[in-house]
């Protein structure tokens, strides 16, 4: 069965995307730990982060570094962290977390968001990404 980032990369269901490619995607979550909480995701269904091929992870990761670097000019965080938990959905996610102190990566922080908020915040990350010259944001 596929997953829920299957259904909202194949169209199925809605999500709101900051970045989409034939490998990866990166979208807003649902449930932000705090403001500009994305997740980057292959666009092949693998459970575990430590199944995905070399190419794709590194890939992954190159996509994460361009969402965080539009993370800092959003958001001017101190820093961007990142975590693979995979315990929610069994489709390989790397969360992007804003955080200015270690407790802002506390997923006992969650908060179920609004999707007009959830545009916003996607449309202005891929503003940034496209001000700092990446070209694969989409709306």
């Known amino acids: ?3 829920i980032f299957t ?4 169209g199925e269901l809605p999500g709101h995307f ?3 490619d034939e490998v990866a995607v990166a979208i807003m979550t649902i449930a932000p730990v705090q403001p500009g909480h994305c997740l980057v995701i292959p666009v092949e269904e693998i459970d575990h982060w430590d199944d995905v091929p070399a190419d794709i992870s ?4 190159s996509v994460a570094r361009k969402v965080a670097k ?3 000019k959003v958001y ?3 820093r961007v962290g990142i975590m693979v938990a995979g315990l929610e959905v069994p489709h390989t996610h790397y969360h992007l977390i804003p955080a200015n102190e ?3 990566l506390d997923f006992a922080l969650q908060q179920p968001a609004e999707a007009e908020a959830l545009a916003t915040e996607a449309a202005r990350l891929r503003e940034a990404l496209a001000e700092l010259g990446y070209a694969s944001a989409e709306e």
């Open 70 to 72: 539009a993370q800092k």
């Open 102 to 104: 270690i407790t802002d």
């Open 18 to 20: 900051v970045w989409r």
């Open 76 to 78: 001017q965080p101190k």
């Open 58 to 61: 590194a890939h992954l990761m």
């Open 1 to 3: 069965m596929a997953s």
């Open 7 to 10: 259904k909202i990369i194949n």
